[in-house]
């Protein structure tokens, strides 16, 4: 399975953007680029996921490397509601058939904004 | 449109013990998984259904089993309960053909286990 690698731990003021990233030097061709949050006695909530093209949303941004090899979450003003453990994961998208849903889920980056 | 819910959210039971938690799927959603997060840790996949059979499995072993209804509800067993399985169980249910990479999953809040 292709893997993730992001920071430990970031930190944001509130009101200002928040910078995310993540390298997946092994990402295969179709594999999409899945970001969830998980805040804290909840279970993971999705964020936003792209292919090749930067994506928007109402809850944030991704921008996606030409060369797909890393990505970056982009929450354009930090609140105190963002405190989270973000997770970016990468769709197993070979084919069909048996665990092709799953998620795989690494530690992720805990997410702290100061107020 | 209702969300992902689990039951029950707390539980403690003793090793040895079977355990079964449920999952009612969020509306018209069709595949449901199941995760397994330890404390500190990131989900791990633990099994997915699609249309009341087994489509995909993580590195667990037989005795954690499940199953989902007709109207997609589902549910995990656990047999022979050991420490190790105290964990947090998230289900989490999506639409469409399993194994299509691009729909997003929405998780419950979980169902805290406890193995004493």
């Known amino acids: 399975d292709a893997k993730t690698t992001q920071p430990n731990s970031m930190e944001s003021n509130e009101e200002e953007p928040v910078h995310l990233p993540c390298n997946h030097s092994?990402?295969?061709?179709?594999?999409?680029i899945h970001w969830y949050r998980q805040l804290p006695s909840q279970g993971p909530e999705y964020v936003i996921h792209?292919?090749?093209s930067n994506v928007n949303n109402r809850m944030a941004s991704l921008a996606i490397a030409e060369d797909r090899k890393s990505s970056t979450l982009i929450l354009h003003r930090a609140t105190l509601r963002d405190a989270a453990v973000y997770y970016c994961?990468?769709?197993?998208?070979?084919?069909?058939?048996?665990?092709?849903?799953?998620?795989?889920f690494g530690k992720g980056t805990k997410l702290s904004v100061i107020p | 449109e209702t969300g992902v819910t689990q039951s029950p959210t707390h539980l403690i039971k003793t090793r040895g013990q079977q355990v079964t938690l449920r999952c009612s799927s969020q509306?018209?959603?069709?595949?449901v998984s199941w995760y397994q997060q330890a404390l500190g840790q990131g989900p791990q996949f633990i099994f997915q259904?699609?249309?009341?059979?087994?489509?995909g499995r993580g590195n667990f072993p037989p005795r954690f089993s499940g199953l989902q209804f007709p109207n997609y509800s589902s549910e995990l067993n656990v047999n022979a309960l050991e420490l190790d399985d105290s964990a947090l169980y998230l289900c989490?249910?999506?639409?469409?053909?399993?194994?299509?990479?691009?729909?997003?999953?929405?998780f419950g809040q979980g169902t805290r286990l406890t193995v004493v």
């Open positions: 259904y699609y249309r009341e059979e087994e489509n």
């Open positions: 994961i990468l769709r197993k998208g070979e084919g069909s058939g048996a665990g092709s849903y799953q998620l795989t």
């Open positions: 509306s018209g959603h069709n595949t």
């Open positions: 792209g292919l090749t």
């Open positions: 092994t990402i295969s061709g179709t594999d999409y």
């Open positions: 989490a249910s999506s639409s469409g053909q399993p194994n299509t990479r691009n729909t997003e999953a929405f």
